[in-house]
């Protein structure tokens, strides 16, 4: 059963919980010291700020919270695998996955405010408890009395206006705190991650993102986009066809030749978003994908976090990408600066190093044939190199907020592959893209 807790709306209660969060965790760590004092130890500050007990109290405030509050959780658990120090990683990268539910009260108020306090005269029925909870709304199944069978994604009150002070607020609270590494400058990834989350509190710019996704697929068979219901579409709203379907992951335990469809399938469609399009669904959460087995579809769903892309990064992504199977290093530590992984001012030291993470970050692409994601230690050895760069080279930098969204998306692609289990040929799959850089 789904926990319920009330959203916090006001900026003032939230500011209260983020407050009582700090305090709890400066109270544990007092007691933690003595503890430990007693029993003859003498432990760091990172000892007693880091302990499960911390990190768990972390998660489960921002999970209440939701909104940027868990946003930020989310995102530092899944850029910040190498930057956080632990169990905090581990125990953020929960936030990812659940939230707490919005009370049936709460959910109303919400709909009357969106559609006023006859909507339910609309409706056939509407299921209160929710299919899904996350950090800007809930999702929950209704039928209308005109027969349509809908997905309704309902924003948590109050989310939209505390989007900057919460990001400020919890920031803050982990400079205090010394979460995270003295040579990191968050700053320019707090202000992109407040322009996003505006960008997704906007249900209406969802809903037009889900019809440009649907015009590009056309009558592409193997791919389904859920289509809006205008009529009961708000800022705070999205209403859209319910479309059934399995848990993507399911498909580990399908046969090789489905499972390599799906896969080829997938990859397809994120170089056509990247490549063809330049628009792009940012978020890799496996929830995002569900199968249709009796029609062989793959379904997308959450589109708040579609990105457009500057065509002149895409240009430079490519030439990296070309630079490196090519393995010529000064092309590639050229191309790593477009793109803004470097800096003139960079030592030739840390060059070397980026351009190394550059040639490790490419293999499945320069591997001529199948590409085995089952099999792979790629992250691993990926995340290791990183860990290396920060402790050698002081921490370096952040790359552009495009190529953290993207990395992103690569990164979820690659765990699903690896999930699946599947053999994809990458540098067939790529060479057409390739082959148009100027």
């Given at each position: 059963?789904?926990?319920?807790?009330?959203?916090p709306?006001s900026?003032?209660?939230?500011?209260?919980?983020l407050?009582?969060?700090?305090?709890g965790?400066?109270?544990?760590?007092?007691?933690?010291?003595?503890?430990?004092?007693?029993?003859?130890n003498r432990?760091?500050?990172?000892?007693?700020?880091?302990?499960?007990?911390?990190a768990h109290?972390?998660?489960?405030?921002?999970?209440?919270?939701?909104g940027?509050?868990?946003?930020?959780?989310?995102l530092?658990?899944m850029e910040?695998?190498?930057?956080?120090?632990?169990?905090?990683?581990?125990?953020?990268?929960?936030?990812?996955?659940?939230?707490?539910a919005?009370?049936?009260?709460?959910?109303?108020?919400?709909?009357?405010?969106?559609?006023?306090?006859d909507w339910?005269?609309?409706?056939?029925r509407?299921?209160?408890?929710p299919?899904?909870?996350a950090?800007i709304?809930?999702?929950?199944?209704?039928?209308t009395?005109?027969?349509?069978h809908?997905?309704?994604?309902i924003?948590?009150?109050?989310i939209a206006?505390?989007?900057?002070?919460d990001?400020?607020?919890?920031?803050?609270?982990?400079?205090?705190?010394?979460?995270l590494?003295?040579?990191?400058?968050?700053?320019?990834?707090?202000?992109?991650?407040?322009?996003?989350?505006?960008?997704?509190a906007?249900?209406?710019?969802e809903?037009?993102?889900?019809?440009?996704?649907?015009?590009?697929?056309?009558?592409?068979p193997?791919?389904?986009?859920?289509a809006?219901?205008?009529?009961?579409?708000?800022?705070t709203?999205?209403?859209?066809?319910?479309?059934?379907g399995?848990?993507i992951?399911?498909?580990?335990?399908?046969?090789?030749?489905?499972?390599?469809?799906?896969?080829?399938?997938l990859t397809?469609l994120?170089l056509?978003?990247?490549?063809?399009?330049?628009?792009?669904?940012?978020?890799?959460?496996?929830?995002?994908?569900?199968?249709r087995?009796?029609?062989?579809?793959?379904?997308?769903l959450?589109?708040?976090?579609t990105?457009r892309?500057d065509?002149?990064?895409?240009?430079?992504?490519?030439?990296?990408?070309?630079?490196?199977?090519?393995?010529?290093e000064?092309?590639?530590e050229?191309?790593?600066?477009?793109?803004?992984?470097?800096?003139p001012?960079?030592?030739?030291?840390?060059?070397?190093?980026?351009?190394d993470?550059?040639?490790?970050?490419?293999?499945p692409?320069?591997?001529?044939?199948?590409?085995?994601?089952?099999a792979?230690?790629?992250?691993?050895?990926?995340s290791?190199?990183?860990?290396?760069m920060r402790?050698?080279?002081?921490?370096?930098?952040?790359?552009?907020?495009?190529?953290?969204y993207?990395?992103?998306?690569?990164?979820?692609?690659?765990?699903?592959?690896?999930?699946?289990n599947?053999?994809?040929?990458?540098?067939?799959?790529?060479?057409?893209?390739?082959?148009?850089?100027?």
């Amino acid at each position: 059963m789904q926990l319920q807790r009330p959203v916090p709306a006001s900026r003032f209660s939230r500011l209260v919980q983020l407050g009582r969060l700090g305090s709890g965790i400066a109270g544990a760590v007092v007691g933690e010291g003595l503890r430990q004092i007693s029993n003859g130890n003498r432990p760091t500050a990172a000892d007693l700020l880091l302990t499960p007990a911390n990190a768990h109290r972390l998660a489960n405030h921002l999970s209440e919270m939701r909104g940027a509050a868990m946003k930020i959780g989310q995102l530092l658990s899944m850029e910040g695998g190498d930057i956080l120090p632990d169990p905090l990683p581990n125990i953020l990268s929960r936030l990812r996955d659940q939230a707490h539910a919005m009370p049936l009260g709460q959910v109303a108020d919400v709909l009357d405010s969106a559609w006023g306090a006859d909507w339910k005269g609309k409706f056939r029925r509407f299921h209160f408890t929710p299919i899904a909870a996350a950090s800007i709304g809930q999702v929950h199944e209704a039928e209308t009395k005109d027969g349509r069978h809908l997905a309704i994604k309902i924003q948590y009150p109050g989310i939209a206006r505390s989007i900057d002070s919460d990001l400020n607020n919890v920031a803050g609270l982990f400079r205090m705190f010394r979460l995270l590494p003295p040579g990191l400058d968050i700053e320019p990834l707090l202000e992109e991650a407040k322009r996003q989350l505006h960008a997704e509190a906007d249900y209406l710019a969802e809903a037009q993102h889900l019809r440009s996704y649907a015009s590009y697929l056309g009558s592409q068979p193997g791919l389904r986009v859920p289509a809006v219901a205008d009529d009961l579409t708000t800022q705070t709203v999205l209403a859209m066809e319910y479309v059934a379907g399995e848990p993507i992951e399911m498909l580990a335990s399908a046969p090789r030749d489905k499972r390599q469809d799906v896969a080829v399938r997938l990859t397809e469609l994120a170089l056509c978003e990247l490549f063809d399009w330049r628009l792009m669904q940012t978020d890799p959460n496996f929830a995002n994908f569900r199968y249709r087995a009796e029609e062989d579809e793959v379904v997308l769903l959450d589109f708040g976090a579609t990105r457009r892309f500057d065509p002149a990064l895409i240009a430079a992504f490519q030439t990296l990408i070309g630079a490196s199977l090519g393995g010529d290093e000064n092309a590639i530590e050229h191309a790593a600066m477009d793109v803004g992984y470097l800096a003139p001012e960079d030592a030739p030291v840390y060059r070397r190093a980026v351009v190394d993470m550059v040639s490790i970050a490419a293999e499945p692409v320069r591997l001529v044939g199948p590409y085995d994601f089952g099999a792979s230690d790629l992250s691993e050895r990926l995340s290791q190199h990183v860990v290396g760069m920060r402790i050698e080279h002081d921490f370096g930098r952040l790359p552009p907020p495009d190529m953290l969204y993207l990395h992103r998306k690569l990164g979820g692609l690659y765990l699903l592959l690896k999930r699946l289990n599947a053999k994809v040929s990458i540098s067939d799959l790529i060479a057409p893209y390739l082959s148009r850089r100027q």
